[in-house]
């Protein structure tokens, strides 16, 4: 696993020129929004459920995000195939939620429990780590506060989720207590340019402070 692990890493940060984009998201109206659903969920959602849906939304309206550099051409993913790295003993496996953008909170939390638990036991199929369009790591559930990730290939970019936590933040003028997540998105140049990582980080911004539209 080292070996893939090494080979697949090294191959993508020593061949594909990464930037790096960093954003800073209030989590208030997603903490009562999460809060709310699972009063009405057939399971418990997670923010990583959330994310992994306001990604997905996020996508579709910047399809230059949702790509992949094939060596003398670009190819635009049509499926929204997201790969979500999952932590195992001595590696990392990334097992993929295809056609996120079409599915519910409810189903992607299912799908992401069951493969993370076929991670951990080593039973994930080659086909269930394929295919992959975009990439998430969250470290935020260990406490990290940001942090940059390395893009997984075939992807174009990667997302690295730090945890929510509170501090003072300014709001109507005034000084209040908030909750804050960073993401960083981690771009290969060959295929993205800065503005269009930064448009593609505004939109998943206006989702997680608004996640009702996510509904409409």
């Not at 996120?100 to 992607?108: G, L």
């Not at 429990?113 to 559930?141: C, H, V, W, Y």
Request: aromatic content about 6%; some cysteine; hydrophobic content about 45%.
């Amino acid at each position: 696993m080292r070996k893939v692990i090494a080979r697949r890493l090294g191959e993508s940060l020593f061949t594909a020129p990464h930037f790096y984009l960093t954003i800073e998201i209030n989590m208030d109206r997603a903490i009562a929004m999460r809060k709310q659903l699972n009063e009405v969920s057939p399971t418990k959602l997670s923010f990583n459920d959330l994310v992994i849906k306001a990604v997905a939304a996020s996508l579709t309206k910047h399809p230059a995000i949702n790509s992949s550099w094939l060596g003398d051409k670009i190819r635009y993913n049509k499926d929204i195939n997201i790969g979500v790295a999952v932590a195992v003993e001595d590696g990392l496996l990334v097992p993929v939620i295809r056609y996120a953008n079409m599915k519910t909170m409810s189903q992607i939390n299912t799908e992401v429990k069951t493969l993370a638990g076929k991670a951990k036991e080593r039973k994930l199929q080659p086909d269930e780590m394929q295919g992959n369009t975009f990439t998430i790591s969250n470290l935020g559930m260990f406490g990290i506060d940001e942090f940059t990730a390395i893009i997984n290939p075939p992807d174009a970019c990667i997302l690295a989720v730090g945890g929510i936590f509170e501090k003072p933040i300014v709001k109507n003028g005034e000084i209040v207590v908030g909750n804050t997540m960073k993401v960083t998105l981690s771009c290969d140049h060959r295929v993205v340019d800065g503005a269009t990582g930064a448009q593609f980080l505004q939109t998943f911004k206006d989702i997680m402070e608004e996640p009702i539209k996510l509904l409409v």
